[in-house]
């Protein structure tokens, strides 16, 4: 008996689904982002209207003041879809969890200076509450914000917010003690050098414009805060005696900024570049929240430069402000 085989191609009767063929051109075979984005957003058939908000539909574009003439244009640079993001974050937790169990194993803890290391917990740990609201603020985004394109990444922001979250609690622990997390609560709901920053974060809670939160939020806020905390303030206990220890301990926080950072610049040059009314919009937004935030990180700053907080900050609008003038939004340095 003789078997013959031979190779058979099949050819598919189609390539992907005919609204994202309509999007793609032709047939063409798509992407799993692509497959995972175009063209999911609600638009029809909504049986009623919102009782706590009957001007608008369920889903409505109307809600935020910025125009698009077609919100699929804000497409995710990372072309994060929910594979390829739990992907991109487990390969980020493994990196964590592997400096969190060195610095338990070795006890590198044990080798800061303890006024060091009260002062790192005394910084770093109030911010478990400021990502708890950074994870509240995204999912509204997520919940009421217009096209698959901006409310998927803005769903995994609020997650990314609500992991480093876990992960400052854990600094609390590993730095420290149970004790740690009551502190830290109490100087976040007390201290008067965090009051600033919890009414930026707890403003941002009543803003009915997505888009405007967004910018508030995510641009700005986070725009100067992770760079102070993850950056200067990383930089400045190191050199007072914590050596490699905290950067290893905030490393996902650090690599979740610059990562993110291409999202939040894609979202806000395209739509600035969208119309000038859109780019006259949005810069009036970063002009109002830039001194507000700046505001806000003064006085957690304060807590370990002093004198020389302001000079910090001024250094990191500058950078802020030069980020911004490479999205074609100006605004002056100074808020």
């Known amino acids: 008996m003789q078997l013959d085989l031979r190779t058979v191609t099949v050819k598919p009767l189609r390539q992907t689904f005919t609204h994202v063929a309509r999007r793609i051109g032709g047939d063409k075979p798509a992407s799993r982002y692509q497959e995972g984005i175009y063209d999911l957003q609600a638009t029809i058939n909504f049986h009623y209207r919102p009782l706590w908000a009957p001007e608008y539909e369920i889903f409505d574009a109307s809600r935020t003041a910025i125009v698009m003439a077609d919100w699929y244009k804000l497409l995710d640079p990372r072309q994060f879809y ?42 770093y740990v109030p911010l478990r509450h400021l990502e708890w609201g950074g994870n509240t ?41 149970e004790a ?14 965090w009051q600033g920053l919890r009414k930026y974060v707890e403003d941002c809670f009543v803003l009915s414009d997505w888009f405007e939160l967004f910018i508030a939020h995510a641009v700005v806020l986070d725009g100067l805060l992770f760079p102070l905390f993850y950056g200067e303030i990383d930089t400045r206990l190191a050199g007072m005696g914590a050596g490699a220890v905290v950067t290893m301990l905030t490393r996902f926080e650090a690599e979740w900024f610059g990562e993110s950072s291409r999202w939040t610049n894609a979202v806000v040059k395209l739509a600035a570049a969208e119309s000038e009314a859109n780019k006259a919009r949005i810069e009036g937004w970063i002009a109002q929240y830039l001194p507000l935030a700046r505001a806000a990180v003064e006085g957690p700053a304060g807590i370990i430069f002093g ?11 500058e950078q802020f402000s030069a980020r911004l003038a490479k999205l074609g939004i100006t605004v002056s340095a100074k808020g």
């Open 180 to 193: 740690a997390l009551d502190e830290a609560k109490a100087a976040w709901i007390e201290g008067a050098e």
């Open 307 to 317: 004198a020389e907080t302001a000079g910090v900050v001024d250094q990191l609008v």
């Open 82 to 123: 929910y594979g390829s993001y739990t992907l991109a974050r487990a390969r980020m937790q493994e990196a964590a969890e592997a400096d969190f169990a060195l610095v338990e194993d070795r006890d590198l803890a044990a080798a800061i200076p303890p006024a060091v290391r009260e002062l790192a917990l005394r910084l």
């Open 137 to 177: 603020n995204c999912m509204f985004m997520a919940a009421y914000g217009f096209g698959t394109a901006f409310t998927s990444p803005a769903l995994y922001h609020a997650m990314d917010h609500l992991g480093m979250a876990q992960y400052l609690t854990r600094v609390g622990l590993t730095l420290g003690n």
